[in-house]
Each structure stands twice: as structure tokens, then as C-alpha cells.
């Protein structure tokens, strides 16, 4: 609430009702509401000042009062509420009552859902130990399988190397088998020769 100190006030009975009102609710009673009447318009700003003071905080810059008040929001909440209902927080809490038997059933619920969770959690812990003792097994099977094989490999690549090498000593063993041949065959043409003179 903001009142500049020289602009245009408003009328003087409202000015005395704000003030009335005001002081009334600070605990002036009527005393204060009848000095209202004989105080001047200075009188009755600094009177004014005085109440707002007891209802919230009073800045004043220069000619400019500032007003804030106290419990702005509740004041706010009491000012929006329907009329002839009585206002939300007058009863000390507005809060309400909470039924014990509503505790205790979502206590009980807490319960059972905590439970479910465990034995979720263990399910889960299961599936997860046999997904990875099967993930595992099928690693080792694969490296197994990978070592047989590259072991049998080595051992074809050897064995080849071996028959390679046993081919050409038998080439070169197979050497001196031509000029044998031929040595034959001269032999077997002077048995002929031979033969045919002795008939």
C-alpha cells in the first residue's frame, strides 16, 4: 500500500473510517474513533501511521509511505473466501485431522509393497546370477572351441608341411629310376640277341 505524503488524499470521511477501522481492531475502542474527529489532517496521517504500524511495517522514502502487512498471504486467503464460511486458518490449524486408521493401513501397504520389492530384487538377483554363469559357459565354450580349432590347424599345417617334405625326398629318391629303366631294357634286348644265337 503505498500513500504519497502531498497527492491528492482521499475524502476525509473515509480517511476517518480507515482510521476507525484501524483503530479499533489495534485496541483503541471508542477513545481513539472520538480523538479522530478533533486531530487536524497531519494529526490524523501520523495517527494513521501509527495504526498501520501495529498491522504491518511502515517505510517511508521521503513523501512516500510504504505499507506492508503482517500475514499478507492469510490476509489474502481470508479476503478470497466465500462469505458466511468461517475462514480457513481461524481454527488455529489448517491442517486436518488425520484418520489413525489411515496411518495404519499405509504403514500396512508400505509394508507389503517393501516385501514385494525384496523379493523382486531376489528374482532378479537370481536372473541375473543364471544369465551370467550361462553367458559364461557360452564364453568358454567359445574359447574352447577356438583354441581346438587353432590347435587343429597348427596341427594340418604341420602335417602338411611333413607330406611336402616326404614328397620330395621321394622325388629326389626317385632319381637314378630312369637311367635303371634304360639299363633294363639294354639288358633285356642282349638276352633277346643272346637267346636268338643260341637257337
Given at each position: 500500500?503505498?500513500?504519497?505524503?502531498?497527492?491528492?488524499?482521499?475524502?476525509?470521511?473515509?480517511?476517518?473510517?480507515?482510521?476507525?477501522?484501524?483503530?479499533?481492531?489495534?485496541?483503541?475502542?471508542?477513545?481513539?474513533?472520538?480523538?479522530?474527529?478533533?486531530?487536524?489532517?497531519?494529526?490524523?496521517?501520523?495517527?494513521?501511521?501509527?495504526?498501520l504500524e501495529l498491522e504491518g511495517t511502515v517505510l517511508r522514502e521521503g513523501r512516500l509511505t510504504q505499507f506492508v502487512?503482517?500475514?499478507?498471504?492469510?490476509?489474502?486467503?481470508?479476503?478470497?473466501?466465500?462469505?458466511?464460511?468461517?475462514?480457513?486458518?481461524?481454527?488455529?490449524?489448517?491442517?486436518?485431522?488425520?484418520?489413525?486408521?489411515?496411518?495404519?493401513?499405509?504403514?500396512?501397504?508400505?509394508?507389503?509393497?517393501?516385501?514385494?520389492?525384496?523379493?523382486?530384487?531376489?528374482?532378479?538377483?537370481?536372473?541375473?546370477?543364471?544369465?551370467?554363469?550361462?553367458?559364461?559357459?557360452?564364453?568358454?565354450?567359445?574359447?574352447?572351441?577356438?583354441?581346438?580349432?587353432?590347435?587343429?590347424?597348427?596341427?594340418?599345417?604341420?602335417?602338411?608341411?611333413?607330406?611336402?617334405?616326404?614328397?620330395?625326398?621321394?622325388?629326389?629318391?626317385?632319381?637314378?629310376?630312369?637311367?635303371?629303366?634304360?639299363?633294363?631294357?639294354?639288358?633285356?634286348?642282349t638276352l633277346e640277341r643272346l637267346e636268338g644265337l643260341c637257337k
Amino acid at each position: 500500500m503505498e500513500e504519497p505524503g502531498s497527492a491528492a488524499a482521499p475524502p476525509e470521511g473515509r480517511d476517518e473510517r480507515s482510521l476507525e477501522a484501524l483503530s479499533l481492531a489495534s485496541g483503541g475502542g471508542a477513545a481513539a474513533a472520538a480523538a479522530v474527529g478533533r486531530q487536524p489532517p497531519e494529526g490524523r496521517r501520523a495517527t494513521l501511521a501509527s495504526a498501520l504500524e501495529l498491522e504491518g511495517t511502515v517505510l517511508r522514502e521521503g513523501r512516500l509511505t510504504q505499507f506492508v502487512a503482517n500475514n499478507l498471504e492469510r490476509r489474502i486467503r481470508l479476503s478470497g473466501a466465500p462469505r458466511g464460511e468461517p475462514p480457513a486458518g481461524s481454527s488455529g490449524s489448517s491442517i486436518p485431522a488425520i484418520d489413525p486408521g489411515a496411518l495404519q493401513d499405509v504403514v500396512a501397504l508400505a509394508g507389503q509393497v517393501a516385501a514385494q520389492v525384496d523379493e523382486l530384487l531376489r528374482n532378479v538377483h537370481c536372473g541375473l546370477q543364471a544369465l551370467t554363469a550361462l553367458s559364461v559357459g557360452c564364453i568358454q565354450t567359445y574359447r574352447d572351441g577356438v583354441e581346438s580349432l587353432g590347435e587343429a590347424a597348427d596341427l594340418s599345417i604341420r602335417a602338411m608341411y611333413a607330406l611336402v617334405a616326404r614328397c620330395e625326398e621321394l622325388d629326389r629318391a626317385m632319381q637314378p629310376v630312369p637311367a635303371l629303366a634304360k639299363r633294363i631294357r639294354d639288358m633285356k634286348g642282349t638276352l633277346e640277341r643272346l637267346e636268338g644265337l643260341c637257337k
